[in-house]
């Protein structure tokens, strides 16, 4: 979100600057993977609907300028294994959206997708639209367009703390002290270090995720959620740049706190888990990985983001849209930054994820 501000508020020709206490890039934080799911029909409700048109124009925008697509449209699935659950939730966006959708239950899903084995059980719901985003490259990107456009992006560089002065505030690293006039805060995990009012509300989860072989069959897979019997939900992607099938669980271990933010290594017990979502799907996918990388939800109240000025400080804006499923929406968080701090408002409704709603 650091890297999106960056580049939205530089090509309006604003000066920028932008600390990272890490590598840019690196590995420790939210948005690390490679690969992160888009899907037009919001099964998470309508208060995404402005997010998710605004995501899309983002990317198609950036696709213009970069010469390259991040988004590939593989399609997507939001499938439930038994009532209500997550396909009544995305049936539901689906009539509502006026977007294009199939339902596809039983016996019809699993020969439209013959790579899955859901035991019949089945019943999903299908938007052409949905894919997987290049989220490496595609942040990378803004980062770099964001230095040419003429922004100073400094790693390796903790911020220890800020303060409010006459003009704006001062950001205190190790070895300097910046002046700036509009203050962005997208630290996610850690947004409660520098924003001491968040820590109770703003909760880092840890995650697993894991790489599969899989041959060609699995090449035309759409990308997919899956609820299994007992609401666990499954996400999958595609073999997608020569890593093979990713798959996770929302939630995992359910392993929230500050103290759950360093990565410790994958262990046993996270592999069982991501083997047994496959198990529900893909039982032909050989269960041991190729690769697992740990990684972190930074949860708001109702899995909701937290976008917007804070309360009686109109320069002091607060970027913390993860809860898991902040990603995609990475191109419009940014220009919705941009708005903020240039004009004071933005044209996307960011009303449901204001900051009066969690402090
Ligand atoms: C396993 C997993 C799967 C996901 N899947 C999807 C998906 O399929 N689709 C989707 O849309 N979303 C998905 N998400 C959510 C999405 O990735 C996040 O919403 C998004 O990446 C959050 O970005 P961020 O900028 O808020 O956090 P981060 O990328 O963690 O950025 C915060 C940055 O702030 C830096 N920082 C913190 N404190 C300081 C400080 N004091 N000084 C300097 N720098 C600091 C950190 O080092 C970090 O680089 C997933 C997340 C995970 C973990």
Known sequence: MGSAAAWALSARGASVIGLEQFSLGHNRGSSHGRTRIIRRIYSEGSLYTGLIEAAYEGWAAIGRQAGRDFLDKTGGLDISLSQGGIFEDALAAAMQSGQPFEVLEGVDLETRFAMMDLG?????????????????????????????????????????????????????????????????????????ELVPALAPVIIPERQVIGWYHADERFDDMPIFQLESEDRERFYVFPPHGGHGIKAGLYNHRRERGMEHVPPRGVD??????????????????????VETMECRFTNAPGDRFVIGTMPQDNDLIILSPCSGHGYKFTPAIGEIAADLALEQETRVDIEPFSLQRVL
């Not at 704006?168 to 190790?174: A, K, L, N, R």
């Not at 069982?272 to 041991?288: K, M, N, Q």
């Open 268 to 289: 046993e017990a996270d592999l069982a888990l991501l083997e047994r979502g496959l198990s529900l799907c893909l039982p032909d996918i050989r269960p041991e990985p």
């Open 120 to 192: 019949g059980r089945g019943r999903g719901v299908f938007n052409a639209d949905a894919g997987l985003i290049d989220s490496d490259e595609a942040t990378q990107w803004m980062r770099q367009r964001a230095v040419e456009q003429g922004a100073r992006l400094l790693e390796e560089t903790p911020v220890n703390g800020w303060s409010r002065t006459q003009r704006g505030f001062e950001i205190e690293t190790d070895t300097a002290r910046y002046p700036c006039r509009k203050l962005i805060i997208a630290a996610g995990a850690w947004v409660g």
